[in-house]
């Protein structure tokens, strides 16, 4: 077991279970140091050696008295991190331990039954997601006939002839949201950044695991750039241009009124892609003082200090909610994917004195535990079944069709753009009969 891997649940052991060693002092014990009350660092050795029983070294506790301390643990580790019990032998290790404690004390045995099956719901719910969002994505990837020519695409149906409420339609994205957000393990964000131990085992407990979920959450936000882009491409009138723009600015202020950061920053960086950015006479049309607020929400400079701001502001309403629609918090993902990037990447590991760097984990786990409690909240608007379809299921642009279609929005500007046309009409007529 790699050293992240056992680690990834350890730390809260030792806050429920550590060793308490006085108050405001810190305190050496062999290759264990504590400070306030906390285990702050120790060798990966002296942490087996505590937690682990050996023939020199076994607790002197009665097994009816352990039994419900490990369900606790185990309880944790399962609902926490469920899908380290993908692997058949995490799943076989959980069941010889639930016969362990079926022979000592019945209680503990009952709760791991119900641990069990609640383990066990989960993996079946996740199963189906991920062959429900692959199968989503398969229809998505269809090129109908519609998308081939900005002519032929005007026949299309458009995002408003499928909603023109933009309350309704940044509803059903937070509901897209959220559904993709619950299904995403914490551990993932620390495999994302893991990098491979070439000494490592290739038949470990943990090799199997994978970050789909997170990839995946990060392919919605692309799609729904594009899926704006393609929106505002589309139509042949400038006037049906400057509307669709118009509603797209609603429905993102509609998103970051009810804590929905993700979907606005997504809307934003679609309206901001070269292809839209460039029909200067379609954005003659529109009041664009909302979405230049909205903009300096999302400013990226002193660090996105605006964001941050609201995004604080949304928390504490959060924590204080009165409603369901007041829990929502749905953070500008790729964000927090760079904070919790740069925090494992910016602290070591290992202490000089090769000791586990406890206050490291304590931070990451701080970030990734506010995670748990955003995802964790139900969406409470009702579900448009045929407004979800539409925005994960309509086949959208690709870079080159977008500029292709900006470019028969509004005509070429100047001679390198004339260039860009007539390469990309080429590019794209070669491609659709190659197919």
């Given at each position: 077991m790699r050293q992240c891997d056992c680690l990834h649940f350890g730390c809260s052991l030792f806050n429920s279970s550590g060793r308490r060693h006085g108050h405001g002092v810190t305190a050496s014990y062999g290759e264990m140091c504590y400070h306030d009350n906390s285990l702050v660092s120790a060798s990966l050795e002296a942490l087996i050696q505590h937690l682990v029983p050996t023939v020199d070294y076994y607790p002197d506790i009665r097994f009816r008295e352990v039994a419900p301390k490990l369900v606790q643990l185990l309880t944790e580790w399962t609902e926490t991190f469920p899908y380290d019990f993908r692997d058949e032998r995490m799943m076989r290790c959980l069941k010889d331990m639930t016969h362990h404690v079926a022979r000592g004390e019945e209680y503990s045995w009952r709760a791991m039954q119900q641990m069990t099956q609640r383990l066990i719901k989960r993996l079946s719910a996740l199963g189906q997601y991920e062959e429900a969002v692959s199968a989503l994505n398969a229809v998505a990837m269809e090129r109908p006939a519609s998308l081939?020519?900005?002519?032929?695409?005007?026949?299309?149906?458009?995002?408003?002839?499928?909603?023109?409420?933009?309350?309704?339609?940044?509803?059903?994205?937070?509901?897209?949201?959220?559904?993709?957000?619950?299904?995403?393990?914490?551990e993932e964000f620390i495999q994302t950044f893991a990098r491979k131990d070439p000494l490592e085992n290739h038949k470990g407990f943990f090799r199997k695991r994978k970050?789909?979920?997170?990839?995946?959450?990060?392919?919605?936000?692309?799609?729904?750039?594009?899926?704006?882009?393609?929106?505002?491409?589309?139509?042949?009138?400038?006037?049906?241009?400057?509307?669709?723009?118009?509603?797209?600015?609603?429905?993102?202020?509609?998103?970051?009124?009810?804590?929905?950061?993700?979907?606005?920053?997504?809307?934003?960086?679609?309206?901001?892609?070269?292809?839209?950015a460039r029909l200067r006479k379609t954005w003659s049309k529109v009041n664009t003082d909302k979405f230049e607020i909205l903009e300096h929400q999302m400013d990226p400079s002193s660090n996105f200090s605006n964001y941050r701001t609201a995004l604080r502001g949304a928390t504490q309403r959060s924590e204080t909610a009165h409603s369901s629609q007041e829990?929502?918090?749905?953070?500008?993902?790729?964000?927090l994917i760079k904070d919790i990037y740069f925090l494992n990447e910016g602290c070591a590991s290992s202490l000089t004195n090769g000791h586990i760097n406890f206050e490291k984990l304590w931070e990451l786990a701080k970030q990734v535990s506010e995670f748990l409690v955003w995802r964790q909240v139900i969406c409470p608007f009702d579900r448009d079944r045929r407004i979800l379809q539409y925005l994960v299921t309509t086949p959208v642009f690709s870079e080159d069709e977008l500029h292709l279609a900006s470019y028969e929005s509004e005509g070429p500007e100047n001679n390198m753009e004339k260039d860009s046309r007539r390469s990309l009409r080429s590019s794209l007529l070669h491609r659709e009969n190659r197919s």
């Amino acid at each position: 077991m790699r050293q992240c891997d056992c680690l990834h649940f350890g730390c809260s052991l030792f806050n429920s279970s550590g060793r308490r060693h006085g108050h405001g002092v810190t305190a050496s014990y062999g290759e264990m140091c504590y400070h306030d009350n906390s285990l702050v660092s120790a060798s990966l050795e002296a942490l087996i050696q505590h937690l682990v029983p050996t023939v020199d070294y076994y607790p002197d506790i009665r097994f009816r008295e352990v039994a419900p301390k490990l369900v606790q643990l185990l309880t944790e580790w399962t609902e926490t991190f469920p899908y380290d019990f993908r692997d058949e032998r995490m799943m076989r290790c959980l069941k010889d331990m639930t016969h362990h404690v079926a022979r000592g004390e019945e209680y503990s045995w009952r709760a791991m039954q119900q641990m069990t099956q609640r383990l066990i719901k989960r993996l079946s719910a996740l199963g189906q997601y991920e062959e429900a969002v692959s199968a989503l994505n398969a229809v998505a990837m269809e090129r109908p006939a519609s998308l081939k020519s900005k002519q032929a695409s005007g026949q299309r149906s458009d995002v408003m002839s499928a909603c023109d409420d933009p309350f309704v339609l940044a509803q059903q994205l937070t509901h897209i949201e959220l559904d993709r957000l619950s299904f995403i393990g914490p551990e993932e964000f620390i495999q994302t950044f893991a990098r491979k131990d070439p000494l490592e085992n290739h038949k470990g407990f943990f090799r199997k695991r994978k970050t789909s979920n997170l990839e995946a959450y990060v392919n919605w936000f692309n799609r729904l750039s594009y899926l704006v882009a393609t929106e505002i491409c589309m139509p042949v009138k400038k006037k049906h241009r400057a509307r669709i723009i118009e509603f797209f600015i609603d429905v993102a202020q509609e998103c970051f009124n009810i804590g929905n950061f993700n979907s606005l920053m997504a809307i934003i960086t679609g309206m901001n892609m070269s292809p839209v950015a460039r029909l200067r006479k379609t954005w003659s049309k529109v009041n664009t003082d909302k979405f230049e607020i909205l903009e300096h929400q999302m400013d990226p400079s002193s660090n996105f200090s605006n964001y941050r701001t609201a995004l604080r502001g949304a928390t504490q309403r959060s924590e204080t909610a009165h409603s369901s629609q007041e829990k929502i918090v749905i953070p500008f993902f790729s964000l927090l994917i760079k904070d919790i990037y740069f925090l494992n990447e910016g602290c070591a590991s290992s202490l000089t004195n090769g000791h586990i760097n406890f206050e490291k984990l304590w931070e990451l786990a701080k970030q990734v535990s506010e995670f748990l409690v955003w995802r964790q909240v139900i969406c409470p608007f009702d579900r448009d079944r045929r407004i979800l379809q539409y925005l994960v299921t309509t086949p959208v642009f690709s870079e080159d069709e977008l500029h292709l279609a900006s470019y028969e929005s509004e005509g070429p500007e100047n001679n390198m753009e004339k260039d860009s046309r007539r390469s990309l009409r080429s590019s794209l007529l070669h491609r659709e009969n190659r197919s």
